[in-house]
Structures are given as C-alpha cells and as structure tokens.
C-alpha cells in the first residue's frame, strides 16, 4: 500500500518498471486478466490441473504461475479479438446512438 500510495502522490514520472514496455503492454489488457482469471482458475481446477492446497508457498506459486501462464494469453486474444472491434464499432456512434458523420457535407461558403 505503501508503494501505491509514493508513486501515486510523488511528482516524478515514477517507477522504471512501471515504464517499462512488457509492464505497459500488460497494463492494456488488465481489464481482460480480471475478466478471465477466475474461470480459467476453475476450469484448471476442475481439470485436476492445480496443486492441492499445502502449507508452505509452493502450492501457491504453482497455482499463480499456471494461471499466469494460461490467463495472459487468453487475455491478449481476448484484447484484440473482442475488446479493440467492439471500441472500434462504438467510435461510429454518438452519446444518442446515431452514426458518426465522419464525411458530412462541408456548408456552402456562399451562404455566409
């Protein structure tokens, strides 16, 4: 919380690693991470596929890793494939629903 709290309130350009490229491209698909993780995390489980649950770390880091591993790409396809069409269409539409007119008629300068 700490951490959350000096890079939100400090007048720097922040964190490096909050930069760096694998961590902005990662940030772009969180919504879809947050979206997919809790299914594929029972469907892995429900395939036999996680560690049962043990005192101790590892059983977790297991876990994380093979849902990381899993999640992130699902994340990225679901991106592209669902979210980027789905922001494209909405851009052709205005706050009441009607067609943008991107290419509308230009008024007449003889009329001013």
């Given at each position: 919380?700490?951490?959350?709290?000096?890079?939100?309130?400090?007048?720097?350009?922040?964190?490096?690693?909050?930069?760096?490229?694998?961590?902005?491209?990662?940030?772009?698909?969180?919504?879809?991470?947050?979206?997919?993780?809790?299914?594929?995390?029972?469907?892995?489980?429900?395939?036999?596929?996680?560690?049962?649950?043990?005192?101790?770390?590892?059983?977790?880091?297991?876990?994380?890793?093979?849902?990381?591993?899993?999640?992130?790409?699902?994340?990225?396809?679901?991106?592209?494939?669902?979210?980027?069409p789905a922001q494209r269409i909405m851009g052709a539409f205005d706050a009441d629903g009607r067609s943008r007119e991107?290419?509308?008629?230009?008024?007449?300068?003889?009329?001013?």
């Open positions: 919380m700490l951490l959350i709290a000096a890079t939100a309130l400090s007048t720097g350009p922040g964190p490096y690693w909050l930069r760096w490229p694998p961590m902005l491209s990662l940030s772009m698909v969180s919504y879809s991470l947050y979206i997919w993780h809790e299914p594929l995390l029972r469907v892995l489980d429900s395939a036999g596929l996680l560690p049962t649950p043990a005192p101790g770390p590892t059983a977790f880091l297991v876990t994380a890793a093979l849902l990381l591993g899993v999640t992130v790409p699902v994340a990225y396809l679901s991106y592209w494939m669902i979210e980027v991107y290419y509308a008629p230009l008024p007449d300068p003889r009329s001013a």
